[in-house]
């Protein structure tokens, strides 16, 4: 893992095979609010993307494009940060999620020049989006989302879900005594892990129940959390090391989102 988080601070460009994040975005029901929060903490800009049928903005951070920001569809939908994993064929992928017990949330479409997308849950609630890229197209991003933790209450079950829909082993491992499984990826891209940490199987939850990503502060950790609560926000535990994979804080943003800032 050291090695991931290690190439999202230095926002490396991969070659997207299946199982990494090559896209996330914060779904907000205050749009507004949300970029203030982000520029604050992060030092984040945020700007107009033209051509998505809806409001869509990218955050940005010295030129690069970080992330999307949108307005939560529907009033069912609460505000979270959603991570699309890449897949080899959005349909199949999609279709796995149904056969292995998960819910299809948003069926594929193309969106022009960029791939092809769907979002789904998996059978413990969690939710994240699948991205099938057009051929030649590379990273859609410089991601400075540098990983991602995606809660499970039955980690074998979660193991073979996720095998199937991504069409690769997602493998277990067991690291200072903490038991998780790595989706499958290439070294030094970022990805994301299952982790387990109760119950989260009712339906759709705020994502302070869900996936937590990881996001760069690039060395300035005690800066962002310091900023944190002045701006709408909650510390949740303070900056903490994580063995030999840098040091992160945890916090709430100024509408809930549970996510991790990060910093080697």
């Not at 859609?140 to 039955?154: E, F, T």
């Not at 290439?186 to 892990?193: A, D, I, K, P």
Request: aromatic share 8%.
């Amino acid at each position: 893992m050291e090695q991931h988080l290690e190439a999202g601070q230095q926002n490396h460009q991969p070659g997207m095979p299946p199982g990494t994040f090559s896209w996330n975005e914060l779904l907000t029901s205050d749009e507004t609010a949300a970029a203030r929060f982000y520029a604050q903490v992060f030092g984040w800009q945020t700007e107009d993307f033209p051509g998505a049928g809806v409001k869509y903005s990218i955050f940005k951070n010295q030129g690069d494009n970080v992330a999307g920001l949108m307005k939560a569809p529907g009033a069912g939908c609460p505000p979270h940060w959603l991570g699309y994993v890449t897949v080899a064929s959005t349909d199949q992928a999609a279709s796995k999620v149904t056969e292995a017990g998960g819910k299809v949330l948003v069926p594929p479409f193309d969106v022009p020049t960029v791939g092809r997308i769907a979002v789904f849950q998996d059978p413990q609630g969690a939710a994240l989006g699948l991205f099938q890229p057009l051929k030649g197209t590379g990273t859609p991003a410089g991601n400075r989302i540098v990983w991602c933790d995606i809660p499970v209450a039955d980690l074998d079950r979660a193991v073979r879900f996720y095998s199937a829909v991504l069409g690769a082993q997602v493998v277990k491992h067991e690291e200072h005594g903490m038991k998780f499984a790595l989706l499958p990826h290439q070294e030094h891209e970022v990805s994301g892990c299952l982790v387990p940490a109760g119950t989260n199987s009712e339906g759709p939850k705020p994502s302070a129940e869900g996936p937590m990503v990881y996001l760069s502060c690039q060395g300035r950790l005690d800066e962002a959390l310091n900023a944190v609560a002045p701006n709408g926000g909650k510390v949740l535990k303070p900056r903490h090391p994580i063995g030999p994979y840098g040091f992160r804080g945890v916090v709430l943003d100024s509408e809930g989102n549970r996510i991790a800032l990060h910093s080697m």
